[in-house]
């Protein structure tokens, strides 16, 4: 069973960068297609990003684009999502998830595995 844990989540001031990473466990991670998803106050759930099992290719919501950078780190099992100029709008619990099966998108029903989710606050 896989286990993926969500770090790297805090208040940052508009304008700022914050790091966050997706540390798995239980399951070998470069058999996976991870992907990062958010969900604000009164909304549903968003896809962010994905990457590819070799980190060969990415995807980006075209609200982040140019702004956030998704990667990976095999042999330490951890994804990466880099935000920089940070907004207000930015503002959400950040879950990481994983897909082993095919990914034709940033829909959350081609992910089976989920993290608990990490909060990220952009507010002055």
């Known amino acids: 069973q896989a286990q993926l844990v969500e770090s790297g989540g805090g208040l940052v001031q508009p304008g700022g960068s914050l790091r966050l990473s997706c540390a798995a466990s239980?399951?070998?991670?470069?058999?996976?297609?991870i992907g990062w998803f958010r969900q604000a106050p009164g909304k549903e759930r968003e896809g962010v990003s994905y990457?590819?099992?070799?980190?060969?290719?990415?995807n980006y919501a075209d609200s982040v684009k140019g702004r956030f950078t998704i990667s990976r780190d095999n042999a330490k099992s951890t994804v990466y999502l880099q935000m920089n100029s940070l907004k207000p709008e930015d503002t959400a619990v950040y879950y990481c998830a994983a897909a082993w099966g095919l990914v034709t998108g940033l829909f959350e029903n081609d992910f089976n595995y989920w993290g608990q989710g990490t909060q990220v606050t952009v507010s002055s």
């Open positions: 239980g399951v070998t991670l470069n058999y996976y297609v």
């Open positions: 990457i590819t099992r070799s980190g060969g290719s990415t």
